[in-house]
């Protein structure tokens, strides 16, 4: 009995393959329609105002701490503030990319190489969320009264983002479970003479 068992889970891995393909497609096709929402675009300024690779898509990056409106808040003159700055614009790019990227992950069976190419740009992403680490200083604990605070104590932003060591784990994945699909479609594809 106790072989039985570890032989079924043994034989999970492609249960587990499945799931993580799907994790990322789930993942990336809901957060990416969030992003159309200004509470979701207002809750990613810190880290693309911080990010020397990003803060360029804003018109006013280093003025973002003077306009933040928390999750479920509403202040007039913030939501303006982040739509005179290109908050929304930026948001609405990136919600895009999200939204395409679920979709190339998901098309494996039918697209395996182009699925790989999503893969391949999920994990790209994830190297860019994860700098976020070093460049955003909400990732950290501030220093208010308690003396936990900075490295290693992860703020709310930093646990966000430090879950993509995970999505970056299974973009490799299926990656290479893409790539595979491809090469064996290849090789069994019959030879046309003409």
Do not use: C
């Amino acid at each position: 009995m106790k072989t039985t068992f570890l032989n079924t889970i043994a034989n999970l891995d492609k249960a587990g393959k499945t799931v993580l393909r799907a994790g990322i497609v789930i993942v990336f096709l809901w957060i990416g329609g969030l992003k159309f929402f200004p509470y979701e675009a207002d809750g990613i300024v810190p880290f693309v105002a911080n990010s020397p690779f990003m803060s360029g898509f804003y018109n006013n990056p280093q003025e973002y701490k003077e306009h933040v409106n928390k999750e479920g808040e509403l202040i007039p003159e913030n939501r303006q503030w982040n739509i005179e700055n290109g908050t929304y614009v930026f948001a609405n790019g990136l919600g895009i990319l999200l939204i395409a990227l679920g979709v190339l992950v998901g098309m494996h069976h039918w697209a395996p190489l182009s699925s790989m190419i999503g893969s391949m740009l999920v994990f790209v992403l994830t190297l860019g969320t994860l700098s976020f680490l070093i460049t955003t200083p909400e990732s950290w604990v501030p220093h208010l009264t308690d003396q936990q605070y900075g490295f290693p104590f992860l703020s709310g932003r930093g646990r966000l983002v430090l879950k993509d060591v995970v999505i970056m784990g299974a973009s490799i994945i299926t990656m290479s479970e893409s790539a595979a699909l491809y090469l064996k479609n290849k090789k069994n594809r019959p030879i046309t003479v003409r």
